[in-house]
């Protein structure tokens, strides 16, 4: 039995007559939002860049997940999905999807200041019966201690005023099975009632719910999933540094382990781990862990191992560049791709940045070439454009360095081509003798 | 091409006239023997116990992974096996299969006393144009670097009088899937006849191989499917230790993140890992690389996540006590199953037995029963006889701990029954006041 105020809200959301506010319009949000309003509910995207939010509402798409005609069929033809940058329009929504950055500072603490902006907009313009769910990665503990204070903080009150879920989003960037509307969606709420509502409400657009005792379950659940991934991928960077003193090709080992048909899950090696989830998101558990006494040595270790990876690769280029009597200082060094995983657009911690930086610094003469990614910004500030690709350009460096495997580009004429490269993801399969691979 | 007497050896196994000699009759051994010989090669099994052997001989099996009537057949029927302890037989064999153990001494590094043993016989009686194959785990470069030259001392050359293989065992007791010819077995051959001549013969018996480029790949290969599965579990442990002082049910977070449709594998979290295989296997890989100057973090930190978990599971069993008002001292403690996994007869390695040796040293009244297990022997001497499962030796215990989840225990009936529970399995899925999980 659900209180009434409840009662009456899933009434609303079950005839579909609820307004969606979704709190950030980037690579979790707009996804999000689109497929609510392709399943016919009234969608209200907030987004700070007003940049962005004029782009959608002209149905202009800038998420490589997002199909142009989606978006175009929302905006320009439905009409249910509008975008603004103006927060005090939250007034207009019955919902409140967050799906705000989670980042961490640069002592990898987490950077909570997305959220609590979110939320205290919210506090600021929310009316009574809400259903707000939190969708951004963050540490267990979160949407019952962070956030529901805030929420609360101008009299509203949960279960009676609003009801709060965390459902934590499992996009996974370029992948071409697995959107938004398919992929499983765990939610987790404070109380029965928030429980139900969430529920319902995800219902529209999402096709299966899984649905867990309480928020802090579900946001382990997220942490689980990419610590796990973040485990693994150190784990066998360790083991391909020690195979490569033991003259053993760790991506053979790999594809021969991939034969075991139970019990066993392929990672690969590489420069470091990208993105915005796998290298963050156990340092969100690390950061509660510690209030709790308790240390994470697992996370340590391979966050340590993480951390250096991009010198080992600097070591590794410095060595190759050694059989042909160059050192590194004035060397030409040209990387192939800056994106942290093939054929996105995204560099964020991407691990070629660092490795240009110290390469940069130890008096290497740095070129990129990356065809999702036009120019980047390296951490001392120093800025580079992505030099075209041809046969001059990859014969004329002393070294190429491959660090990210876009499909569009041919490695193997790059074996051919080039004097010396550095194949940090096995992008090259056939055997040269100038190719050193990591 | 293959060099004269390969290819003459070649049509000896094509044409199935050689004597498959197979060096240890344990459960790598044994299924291995019984396999081909259902194949219709002729095998002879060498085991030093002679009770195993004469066992064999009458066509009486003692592992669980052989049916007894595939035993049956190839003895009494067939005769296609025989088994000796009389090692000068070796004479008699074209092919060795060395399938002795690899274990740890107590200071966890490897005891290649029985490889060493085998190879040592080997040498003694191996007569010229012979196939030998090490099945066993163990750290790479073994086969190159330490059985070659034992082979080679008496004078005997290989590539010329024998050819040598390494292809790991990837036996997983109990499972009801996957047995020794059905899964797909990794081999390296050091040089291109001996590759040849690995794959005929192992084709005889095995559905699928997967060849490698040298043995220290595929020793590379078994260390790395077990040292996933070691880093993963001491992973879920060590977070498991951390949910139950947030109050997070672990086991209902796994259960959710398997919902992920990519990207994840489940593991769970136990009182520690037992067993010949995944608590060992990394510790080889660590041995060899301090060899080469190079420090295993993750091995070391998975390992030591490992070694603490049975006395974290003493404290949880005492904090568990403490909310009756009672110590471990004195009070009556049952354990559940003593086998490291569900549904074996096997305690080796077994954190059951290391859990019992501090419980009593700290003078609980320890007891055990397992269906499978009729006596265990402790770190300490002490011997233990499993009593009987009733209502009756359930209620009486002051605290019933499940470390064994057979499938045959009636585990809500123990619940039910129990004045406490300490469940390291998660073997109870009601929830019951008096069950405390790990």
Same mark, same amino acid.
């Given at each position: 039995?659900?209180?009434?105020?409840?009662?009456?809200?899933?009434?609303?959301?079950?005839?579909?007559?609820?307004?969606?506010?979704?709190?950030?319009?980037?690579?979790?949000?707009?996804?999000?939002?689109?497929?609510?309003?392709?399943?016919?509910?009234?969608?209200?995207?907030?987004?700070? /860049?007003?940049?962005?939010?004029?782009?959608?509402?002209?149905?202009?798409?800038?998420?490589?997940?997002?199909?142009?005609?989606?978006?175009?069929?929302?905006?320009?033809?439905?009409?249910?999905?509008?975008?603004?940058?103006?927060?005090?329009?939250?007034?207009?929504?019955?919902?409140?999807?967050?799906?705000?950055?989670?980042?961490?500072?640069?002592?990898?603490?987490?950077?909570?200041?997305?959220?609590?902006?979110?939320?205290?907009?919210?506090?600021?313009?929310?009316?009574?019966?809400?259903?707000? /769910?939190?969708?951004?990665?963050?540490?267990?503990?979160?949407?019952?201690?962070?956030?529901?204070?805030?929420?609360?903080?101008?009299?509203?009150?949960?279960?009676?005023?609003?009801?709060?879920?965390?459902?934590?989003?499992?996009?996974?960037?370029?992948?071409? /099975?697995?959107?938004?509307?398919?992929?499983?969606? *765990?939610?987790?709420?404070?109380?029965?009632?928030?429980?139900?509502?969430?529920?319902?409400?995800? #219902?529209?657009? @999402?096709?299966?719910?899984? =649905?867990?005792?309480?928020?802090?379950?579900? +946001?382990?659940?997220?942490?689980?999933?990419?610590?796990?991934?973040? $485990?693994?991928?150190?784990?066998?960077?360790?083991?391909?540094?020690?195979?490569?003193?033991?003259?053993?090709?760790?991506? #053979?080992?790999?594809?021969?382990?991939?034969?075991?048909?139970?019990?066993?899950?392929?990672?690969?090696?590489? =420069?470091?781990?990208?993105? &915005?989830?796998?290298?963050?998101? =156990?340092?969100?558990?690390?950061?509660?862990?510690?209030?709790?006494?308790?240390?994470?040595?697992? @996370?340590?270790?391979?966050?340590? $191992?993480?951390?250096?990876?991009?010198?080992?690769?600097?070591?590794?280029?410095?060595?190759?560049?050694?059989?042909?009597?160059?050192?590194?200082?004035?060397?030409?060094?040209?990387?192939?791709? *800056?994106?942290?995983?093939?054929?996105?657009?995204? +560099?964020?911690?991407?691990?070629?940045?660092?490795?240009?930086?110290?390469?940069? &610094?130890?008096?290497?003469?740095?070129?990129?070439?990356?065809?999702? @990614?036009? #120019?980047?910004?390296?951490?001392?500030?120093?800025?580079? #454009?992505?030099?075209?690709?041809?046969?001059?350009? @990859?014969?004329?460096?002393?070294?190429?360095?491959?660090?990210?495997? &876009?499909?569009?580009?041919?490695?193997?004429?790059?074996?051919?081509?080039?004097?010396?490269?550095?194949?940090?993801?096995?992008?090259?399969?056939?055997? &040269?003798?100038?190719?050193?691979?990591?």
């Amino acid at each position: 039995m659900l209180h009434q105020n409840a009662e009456l809200f899933l009434d609303k959301i079950q005839n579909n007559s609820i307004v969606v506010g979704v709190l950030g319009l980037g690579y979790v949000g707009l996804p999000l939002a689109v497929t609510f309003a392709r399943n016919g509910v009234k969608v209200l995207g907030f987004e700070k /860049s007003s940049a962005k939010a004029e782009s959608i509402n002209r149905g202009e798409n800038y998420i490589a997940d997002v199909a142009d005609s989606d978006l175009a069929a929302v905006t320009n033809e439905t009409q249910m999905l509008e975008a603004t940058a103006d927060f005090s329009r939250l007034k207009e929504v019955d919902v409140a999807l967050i799906c705000v950055p989670t980042p961490l500072d640069k002592f990898k603490k987490p950077d909570m200041s997305y959220i609590e902006a979110a939320c205290e907009d919210l506090a600021t313009y929310m009316t009574s019966n809400m259903v707000i /769910s939190l969708e951004s990665t963050t540490y267990p503990t979160t949407t019952e201690e962070f956030i529901l204070p805030i929420l609360q903080k101008n009299g509203l009150v949960h279960g009676q005023d609003f009801w709060l879920c965390y459902s934590p989003e499992r996009i996974d960037p370029g992948n071409k /099975s697995y959107k938004t509307h398919n992929t499983p969606k *765990v939610i987790g709420a404070i109380g029965e009632d928030a429980r139900v509502l969430g529920i319902a409400l995800y #219902e529209l657009a @999402i096709d299966t719910l899984y =649905p867990v005792s309480s928020p802090r379950v579900a +946001e382990m659940v997220k942490i689980l999933e990419n610590t796990y991934r973040f $485990i693994n991928i150190s784990l066998i960077n360790e083991l391909t540094l020690l195979a490569g003193k033991m003259d053993i090709d760790i991506w #053979e080992v790999i594809e021969a382990a991939k034969t075991k048909p139970y019990g066993f899950q392929a990672f690969y090696p590489g =420069p470091g781990i990208g993105g &915005h989830c796998i290298p963050l998101d =156990p340092f969100y558990l690390e950061y509660i862990a510690k209030q709790y006494n308790f240390d994470l040595t697992m @996370i340590n270790t391979a966050g340590r $191992i993480d951390t250096i990876m991009p010198h080992r690769v600097v070591v590794k280029i410095s060595f190759s560049l050694n059989k042909q009597k160059k050192a590194i200082k004035g060397s030409s060094i040209l990387f192939l791709g *800056v994106a942290y995983k093939p054929d996105i657009n995204d +560099e964020r911690e991407s691990p070629a940045l660092k490795i240009m930086d110290e390469i940069a &610094h130890k008096g290497g003469v740095v070129s990129y070439h990356d065809p999702f @990614i036009p #120019e980047v910004v390296i951490h001392d500030g120093h800025r580079y #454009e992505s030099v075209p690709f041809d046969d001059q350009v @990859i014969s004329d460096a002393d070294c190429v360095v491959i660090t990210t495997n &876009h499909s569009n580009i041919d490695f193997e004429k790059v074996a051919e081509k080039a004097k010396l490269v550095v194949d940090l993801r096995n992008a090259i399969k056939e055997n &040269h003798d100038n190719v050193f691979k990591l």
